[in-house]
């Protein structure tokens, strides 16, 4: 919602598109310092200032201090109330142009925004999914009336109303890997749509529920466009991680490689065994692919890395060019960066892995809580 003069929404879809055309924005952040400082909206022309809510309850002068003159402002907390109330003292203030953002940091953590990558060479199209407050990706192949999702997020209904505009039927979703950063929808979304749910079998030991094992050599068709999964077994992130090629253009890569970084291995607690399969994917198995290929990844860790329109890709080529997680030549060195000084791990991630297992089912509320924050699934997301 657009606002000139005094109090109004904004929605988390409209602050994306702020973020995404690189619109000034001021924002006042209401939310306590230590979450703040862990997890904060973010943009190349966002200025941002945190003043907690409790620190404004006699009055917002110290604010209004820190709020220029003419800028649109947008006040925002964890779930909205606060940010409101702060926004309304301002209004009363005399301040104009202020808007405080609906359903407050829940809601920017939630909101999935479709941005298409590019037509398909065997007939359709591939869509990225945009999760710009914690920095997750997911991705929808649409061909000949049929679809296929790759690391589903939670929030399923986006997926299926977007197919149904598209005129296609779900019929795969597919996890590159056990994600332990946030609550996968996989399973769900082929629950809702009779969809076949695809899981690599070596992360699925201790899964609860049945599955397809994406194995080496089974060939996924939608449409007219199939995805090749073999020969792309790409452990390192975990044991089972797997890498698409879509039509033969595309790589996602999952959490193995990023735009801007590497996959972590620690957070299965398995940082030293599996630190040779991940330089091994990165090094050799990749490395053998072709390289005009768009690496399309499940992750990103900043804003920096949302290119034209926000799609996040890049040429192989170009990561093997400027990607510091690719230009380690000795073994010592790179397992130093990928085991040492790494970021904090994500928020309840053993709870996530436990719930993306089938052994825990939390409910609405608590998945919520426990994907509050950034992803940090990189290794220099810091």
């Not at 599955?211 to 792309?232: A, D, F, S």
Request: net charge negative; hydrophobic share 35%; aromatic share 8%.
């Amino acid at each position: 919602m657009e606002a000139t003069t005094g109090l109004s929404i904004m929605t988390a879809k409209e602050l994306t598109q702020i973020v995404l055309a690189h619109e000034e924005l001021f924002i006042l952040d209401v939310r306590n310092e230590s979450d703040f400082n862990d997890w904060k909206v973010e943009g190349e022309s966002i200025d941002i200032v945190n003043i907690p809510y409790f620190d404004l309850l006699d009055g917002v002068d110290d604010a209004l201090d820190k709020i220029p003159d003419g800028k649109k402002l947008l006040v925002v907390c964890a779930k909205e109330g606060s940010s409101k109330f702060v926004a309304e003292q301002i209004v009363e203030a005399g301040r104009t142009n202020v808007q405080y953002l609906e359903g407050g940091m829940k809601s920017w953590s939630e909101h999935l925004e479709p941005v298409k990558v590019g037509e398909l060479n065997g007939g359709g199209s591939l869509y990225q999914f945009v999760r710009i407050g914690k920095g997750c990706l997911s991705y929808m192949v649409v061909s000949n009336g049929e679809a296929a999702v790759i690391d589903t997020l939670r929030m399923t209904d986006v997926f299926e109303q977007f197919a149904k505009a598209q005129g296609a039927q779900i019929k795969h979703t597919l996890d590159t890997h056990l994600h332990a950063d946030h609550i996968s929808g996989g399973r769900k979304l082929a629950e809702q749509t009779g969809a076949t749910y695809w899981l690599p079998p070596k992360d699925a030991g201790e899964v609860t529920f049945a599955y397809e094992k994406l194995e080496e050599g089974r060939n996924i068709t939608v449409g007219n466009t199939t995805i090749r999964i073999q020969p792309l077994y790409s452990p390192g992130h975990t044991i089972g991680s797997t890498s698409f090629i879509v039509d033969d253009q595309y790589l996602l890569t999952g959490d193995i490689l990023f735009i801007e970084s590497i996959g972590r291995p620690d957070l299965a607690g398995k940082a030293e065994d599996w630190v040779s399969d991940l330089r091994e994917t990165l090094y050799s198995r990749y490395k053998g692919l072709p390289q005009d290929l768009f690496v399309l990844p499940a992750h990103f860790g900043k804003v920096t890395e949302l290119g034209e329109g926000g799609r996040v890709m890049a040429k192989l080529s170009d990561l093997y060019r400027n990607n510091p997680g690719l230009n380690m030549k000795e073994e010592d060195a790179f397992r130093r960066a990928v085991t040492e000084n790494l970021p904090p791990q994500p928020n309840a991630y053993q709870e996530i892995r436990q719930t993306n297992m089938g052994k825990m089912n939390p409910s609405e509320d608590e998945q919520r809580e426990m994907e509050i924050g950034p992803n940090r699934c990189a290794v220099h997301d810091r």
